[in-house]
């Protein structure tokens, strides 16, 4: 099968361990991720404002150019392009005037009512791959690898736009067992990394972001997952004195338990603490 | 912390504009402090989000706009999601610094930002900041 692949613009540059993970492992579980041909940044977070409907002609774009392309879902694996597409779809379904609007705005795009479902790749495992079919699939499986899921807030909040019920979190927990991981709940798992508050505030990410680290070590995990480039910087990449909990993309311990090869995982985008646990962990398995 | 209430301190243009920007949900509040409890940057905060909702209802804007929590805030919606009033607290939070944005004032300057830091952050980063920061 195929699907409409939407990488955004940090997957392109920053983050492209997470997004050739992302297509080497569908491409392995036989799922062509086919690029949407023409698409542009997100707008990354969603405007608030009730009176603000400029900032959502960027999200609403990439989805009618979808919809033009004859696609009825499209999938994205940045948590944060997720909640921001999610979020506008949502609006263009149930308020009539804003979507009125929109569409008069856009002249080159079609109308769009928000017929493009908004897939997130966890999900997307889940119902369209399948976690028995993916636990036939790996070749390596990461046994006894005690995996903390970060699931951070752009995954699961707005409750509306939530890839699952905040009460009930199971995908992360059950994507880590479907690969052969130990699954590691812990406190800090959906509290919020600082996100863009690196930049104009970076000694509350650092204390937030180490906080969330501790958090998992302390609950007995070896390494962090998530699924956003922002909170993959502020919790793993960026530069901290202290040595840290390992962080990984969910998408690289997939392609690393489904047996493809380096050029697929792209460790050396990860930061030092990452590379050496894996190198040292998988050594066998990592050339 | 005395903070003086009378008529005179009331600015009601100020309260309009949340309630357009924010939506008029905020004056349901019940002051139970969920949202404080429930924030993770509360403790980095001049003020509580509770407190920024009562002083908002009041129409204090100097005092709302001066402290920093309508910018310490990251949309995290951790608040919202557990409010028993329903009220989209982020929203307000956006409202409060739309208010201050509007009238052209940056919370960060993109000029001042180091080269070395411009080519390390990811770009969803600098946009993300940029467009919840400056005008």
Redesign the interface.
Known sequence: MDICYYPGCTLKTKAKNLNLSTISSLANLDIEAKELSRWNCCGVVPSLASDDLLRLIAPVRNLARAKEEGYSQILTVCSMCYQTLAMANQIMQEDMEKRDIINNFMEEEGDYSGEVKVVHLLGFLRDEVGWDRLKIAVKIPLVGLKVAPYYGCTLIRPRQVGIEPLESLTLFRDFITAIGGIPVDFPSSTECCSSYQVVSNPEISDEVSSGILKSAEEWGADILISSCPLCEYNLGLRKREKKELPTLYFTQILALSLGLDEGSINLELNSDSAINFFKEKFKDVLC | MTIEITDKTYNGEFVKKIE????KDFHKCMQCGTCTGSC??TY?MDISPRKIIHLSKFGLKEKVSGYNTA??C?????C??RCPRSI?I??I???IR?VTLRQNIN??EPSE?SED?LH??????????F???TS
Do not use: F, N
């Open positions: 357009e920007i924010g939506g993770p940057m980095r910018w310490i990251a949309s995290c919606h951790s919202e999601v989209d982020p929203k939070m956006e409202a739309q919370y960060i930002i830091i390390d952050l990811p770009q969803i980063a600098l946009v993300g900041c467009r919840k920061h």
